[in-house]
C-alpha cells in the first residue's frame, strides 16, 4: 500500500490488538532496549482469589467476621486485591455493613470507617505498627507460600491477615522470552506487592531483576535512573499506582481489560485484549518500520 510505514504498522499493531496511540510513539518501540512489567493485573490476570482467612486471637473475630470487616472497607476500591475481599465476602453471602469515610492510599491499602471503628486494609510493610509479632509470624507464613498478604486492622490494632493468590498470565513467559531475545536484556518486575511473593512470581515467568515493595513514585525513580543511563525503557502496567510511571518512561502500554481508566489514558499504547504475547510483535513491527522510513 502507499500508506507511510509508521502508519501500516499502526495499522498491524492494531490488528494483533494493541492499540498505538500515534506514530510518534510507533516509532519510539522499535528503540526499547529495557522492558519493565508491573506484577499484578499485568502478569498475572489481576483476578486473585481469598485462599486464607486468619484472625488473630486477641480480635475477637472468627474467619468470617474478619473477612466481612474487610470487605466493607474494601467495597468502594477499585484495586484488584479489594475485588478479591468482596467477592470472596459475596460468594459466602457475608452482609456488608455500610463504610463512610474512605481513603485509598496507592501501594498502601484503604481505610474506612464500619462500625464506628476505624478498618485498614493493605500492605503489611507499610501498615503494620511495631510488635504485632503475630500478625508478623502470619504474614510470613503466606508470603513463604507465594500468597499476597492483606493485613486489616482494626482502631489501629492488628485483626487479621487475609493470603490472596494470583494466576500468571498464560502467556507471560514467552513474552519474557521473545522481549529478551529482542532487546537482549531480561525484563525488570517492578511491583509494590513483598519481595517474597515477587520472587516466586518472577521465578515462574524467566526475570531475575526484581525491586519490591516499591510505591508509585519509587516505579518512577527507576525509570528515571535508566533513562538517564540513556536507555529506552518500556513500562506494561494496569494499575493507576503503575501511571506515574506510564508518563515517565519512553514508552508505556496499559493493559486494556484489567486496567484503570488513569493509566489508559497515560499510557501510549494499549494491549486492548490483555494479550502480553503480541508485544514483542509489535516492538518487531516498529524496527521494521523505522527501517523503511530512515
Ligand atoms: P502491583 O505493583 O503489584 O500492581 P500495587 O502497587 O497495586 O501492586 O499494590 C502494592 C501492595 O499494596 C499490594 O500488594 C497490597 O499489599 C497493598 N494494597 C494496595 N491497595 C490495596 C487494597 N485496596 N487492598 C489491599 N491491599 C492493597
Ligand atoms: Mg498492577
Given at each position: 500500500s502507499t500508506m507511510p510505514p509508521l502508519l501500516s504498522a499502526i495499522a498491524n499493531a492494531g490488528r494483533h490488538g494493541v492499540l498505538v496511540k500515534s506514530a510518534v510513539v510507533m516509532e519510539r518501540?522499535?528503540?526499547?532496549?529495557t522492558v519493565a512489567f508491573d506484577k499484578t493485573g499485568t502478569l498475572t490476570e489481576g483476578t486473585p482469589r481469598v485462599t486464607d482467612l486468619r484472625p488473630l486471637p486477641?480480635?475477637?473475630?472468627d474467619e468470617e467476621e474478619l473477612l466481612a470487616l474487610a470487605a466493607a472497607a474494601e467495597h468502594?476500591?477499585?484495586?484488584a486485591l479489594a475485588r478479591a475481599v468482596v467477592g470472596a465476602a459475596r460468594e459466602r453471602s457475608l452482609p456488608l455493613a455500610p463504610a463512610t469515610g474512605f481513603t485509598s492510599t496507592p501501594g498502601q491499602g484503604v481505610s474506612a470507617t464500619v462500625g464506628g471503628r476505624t478498618v485498614r486494609a493493605g500492605s503489611p510493610s507499610r501498615l503494620l505498627p511495631e510488635g504485632a509479632d503475630a500478625a508478623r509470624a502470619a504474614v510470613r507464613e503466606l508470603e513463604d507460600a507465594g500468597r499476597t498478604a492483606v493485613v486489616v486492622l482494626c482502631d489501629g490494632e492488628p485483626a487479621g491477615v487475609l493470603g490472596i493468590a494470583d494466576r500468571l498470565r498464560s502467556d507471560a513467559p514467552a513474552a519474557v522470552a521473545a522481549l529478551t531475545r529482542l532487546t537482549g536484556r531480561t525484563p525488570v518486575l517492578l511491583t509494590g506487592d513483598n519481595e517474597r511473593a515477587a520472587r516466586h512470581l518472577a521465578a515462574e515467568v524467566g526475570i531475575t531483576d526484581v525491586r519490591a515493595g516499591l510505591l508509585p513514585q519509587d516505579k518512577v525513580t527507576a525509570v528515571r535512573e535508566w533513562e538517564r543511563e540513556g536507555r529506552k525503557v518500556l513500562v506494561i502496567g494496569d494499575g493507576v499506582n503503575d501511571a506515574p510511571a506510564l508518563a515517565a518512561a519512553h514508552t508505556g502500554i496499559a493493559m486494556g481489560g484489567a486496567g484503570s481508566d488513569l493509566a489508559l489514558e497515560t499510557?501510549?499504547?494499549?494491549a486492548v485484549r490483555d494479550e502480553l504475547a503480541t508485544l514483542p510483535a509489535v516492538v518487531g513491527l516498529s524496527r521494521t518500520a523505522r527501517r523503511l522510513v530512515v
Open positions: 518501540l522499535g528503540r526499547t532496549d486477641g480480635s475477637g473475630l468502594p476500591s477499585e484495586h499510557a501510549d499504547g494499549v
